[in-house]
């Protein structure tokens, strides 16, 4: 298929790449020409504004974007929505609010075009891992894109089967959704990233309770200096716990076992307020994903080593350096 992409940053340049391996086309912009012309050079076609990339699009167009989620992707969408025609498609793949995200499909609907919400875990990683994709969307337009989003899954790799899944269909072994209309995509990934905040916060702390096995303030015979590097290594090979934010934090330990290039300040991205702003709104009790936001909070004011673990993690899979 032919695609545009707006965004060339950390995801949406090596989903341009993953998606060029795959056989399709790619149209790109960003802010950065310099970014255009990288991916240029890799096969892509470069485009100077807006207008040149909807200009080099055969109709009807699908233009993903991936630009930071509030006033950036409203700007680009409603610039973008007036280049575009009755029929195009506008696809936001960054962490989007669901409530906006059913807004704006209501209001490109009266201008005839589609809205499509993509979900997006994979962080730097997705080129050679892929993405794992929660897609919300009208049902002919996620079928119609199916293509597209096959080539960014990860596919059913060399993960073994669930048992019990014989009999089922659909795509969500590739490792994509369609999750049911505008809005839902971007639903079910801030629930992802909600989960994501409790199991990084309880890797954090008992990686901290580790690091200070030898504290004075414990019985000097109970007292213990751990290789957390180790350790981390080998709950990673057979152990209950072992995940791939497991795999990224043995990573950190083995190249800085202190983590002393982090400080341990964690910024939230917004999907784990709005997660618990939900719980509140359905009446759930969402304990450990709200005690996970609140330490974020505080770990702007004092740090501990449970934070640079948290640090680390988001450097690894994300990319994210700390402010």
Not at 108 to 115: D, E, N, P, R
Not at 258 to 269: A, I, Q, R, Y
Request: hydrophobic share 40%; aromatic share 6%.
């Amino acid at each position: 298929m032919q695609m545009g992409m707006i965004g060339l940053g950390r995801m949406g340049a090596n989903m341009v790449r993953r998606l060029m391996r795959g056989g399709h086309q790619c149209v790109v912009f960003d802010m950065n020409p310099e970014a255009v012309e990288q991916l240029a050079d890799e096969g892509a076609v470069g485009a100077e504004s807006l207008e040149d990339l909807a200009a080099k699009l055969t109709p009807p167009r699908a233009v993903w974007m991936m630009v930071p989620c509030g006033d950036p992707t409203e700007v680009t969408l409603n610039a973008l929505a007036g280049v575009l025609a009755a029929g195009d498609t506008i696809i936001d793949g960054g962490n989007s609010f669901y409530k906006d995200d059913v807004r704006r499909a209501r209001l490109l609907a009266t201008h005839k075009l589609h809205y499509v919400d993509v979900g997006t875990s994979g962080g730097v990683w997705g080129l050679e891992r892929g993405y794992c994709l929660m897609i919300g969307a009208e049902q002919r337009i996620a079928e119609h894109l199916d293509p597209l989003f096959k080539t960014l899954a990860p596919g059913r790799g060399d993960i073994a089967r669930t048992p019990g899944r014989g009999h089922l269909s659909g795509t969500a072994e590739e490792g994509y959704l369609h999750c049911g209309p505008p809005g839902a995509g971007h639903f079910v990934k801030m629930i992802h990233n909600g989960i994501e905040y409790g199991i990084m916060q309880a890797y954090a702390e008992g990686f901290d309770i580790l690091k200070n096995a030898d504290s004075q303030e414990r019985k000097e015979e109970h007292r213990f200096h751990m290789n957390l590097a180790d350790i981390s290594e080998v709950w990673r090979r057979g152990s209950v716990i072992g995940s791939w934010l497991l795999d990224l934090i043995a990573i950190s330990l083995a190249e800085s076992p202190e983590l002393e290039e982090f400080t341990g300040h964690v910024p939230d991205s917004g999907e784990g307020r709005w997660t618990v702003e939900t719980a509140v709104e359905s009446a759930v009790p969402a304990d450990v994903l709200t005690a996970a936001l609140y330490t974020r909070f505080r770990s702007r004011q004092s740090h501990t080593f449970a934070e640079k673990i948290l640090s680390a993690m988001r450097k690894q899979f994300g990319g994210h350096s700390e402010k």
